[in-house]
């Protein structure tokens, strides 16, 4: 009769996704093939190593600030963005979570990672990213709830659309007073923009220099509107640099789902009705074209 250990090793070994295991004397005992696919490294060479030791050499920039276990149980199921060095040399972006295991009576017999690599990222329109892993990490944590939402709506949830964002001045910002300024105005903003959120609504960074809302405004007029609203706040944002205020303004784009399309062309709306906006000097809320509302609105100034 099968051993049940090769039974769970080869249930482990058919997952697509990256599996480590470790036992509470923290050595690494499981390593699992997608694990090796993802990461180049066989399991030959890591079974055995303090697992702290194995993926602080495997992930970029080491893995103690994600991996321990004051956080090991109440990480999200969507994980952290990592980046893993895989063994040709290149890195991998790749979602990864820790594990805590426990038998029967709820004593640790060991603790897990699963991960899998980041292709989902770009299913779905985004804005510029240089990379940087804060933006990226905000992306994966808006795109989560984005999924959420649209599969809630199209069961027959509440009305679902979205605000694609971007800050006007932020281009000629960073290109004249560098990446520093225009993150420290993209913070000032992001707050100033969740002082007008409803109860129920995300922002998160899309970009390099966007954001999206997501929202359950009813119609598409609705949620124009807010969209109004929310530029109006921005223009609000008391961002100084040097000791110079820098007056702000955005350009929006609205779109309100619609149940017979998909959540990237929801996407794709809101994205061309933001660029409309920006065509249309700034400072502007487009809403993308629907049965009920087309063409675009003038903010007041």
């Not at 990864?96 to 980041?118: E, K, Q, S, W, Y």
């Not at 510029?128 to 027959?156: W, Y």
């Not at 502007?284 to 629907?290: D, K």
């Amino acid at each position: 009769m099968t051993d049940r250990i090769e039974l769970l090793e080869a249930a482990l070994d058919s997952l697509p996704e990256g599996i480590a295991l470790a036992g509470v004397e923290g050595k690494l005992a499981f390593w699992n093939r997608a694990a090796e696919e993802i990461t180049g490294h066989t399991n030959s060479g890591l079974i055995g190593l303090p697992v702290r030791d194995a993926l602080d050499t495997l992930v970029v920039g080491g893995a103690s600030h994600w991996i321990n276990q004051t956080e090991a149980e109440s990480t999200p199921g969507r994980g952290s963005l990592i980046h893993v060095h895989h063994r040709l040399g290149h890195e991998v972006p790749a979602m990864a979570r820790v594990l805590m295991l426990r038998d029967g009576l709820g004593n640790r017999i060991g603790t897990g990672v699963a991960f899998h690599p980041t292709e989902t990222l770009d299913a779905l329109p985004h804005g510029q990213s240089g990379g940087d892993i804060g933006v990226e990490e905000s992306q994966l944590e808006v795109e989560a709830r984005l999924e959420t939402e649209f599969e809630d709506f199209k069961q027959g949830g509440a009305p679902f659309g979205v605000l694609w964002i971007t800050v006007d001045q932020s281009h000629d910002l960073r290109k004249t007073h560098g990446a520093r300024a225009c993150e420290a105005m993209l913070e000032i903003v992001e707050r100033t923009l969740s002082n007008g959120l409803r109860p129920t609504e995300k922002i998160g960074r899309w970009g390099d220099d966007e954001f999206l809302v997501v929202s359950h405004e009813r119609t598409p007029e609705m949620l124009t509107a807010h969209g109004q609203v929310l530029a109006g706040l921005a223009r609000t944002a008391d961002f100084r640099w040097w000791g110079d205020r820098v007056s702000l303004t955005v350009s929006i784009g609205a779109a309100q789902a619609d149940p017979a399309e998909t959540l990237a062309k929801l996407l794709e709306s809101a994205q061309s009705a933001m660029i409309s906006s920006i065509r249309a000097g700034g400072n502007h809320i487009t809403s993308a074209p629907t049965s009920a509302l087309g063409g675009h609105a003038c903010l007041p100034s």
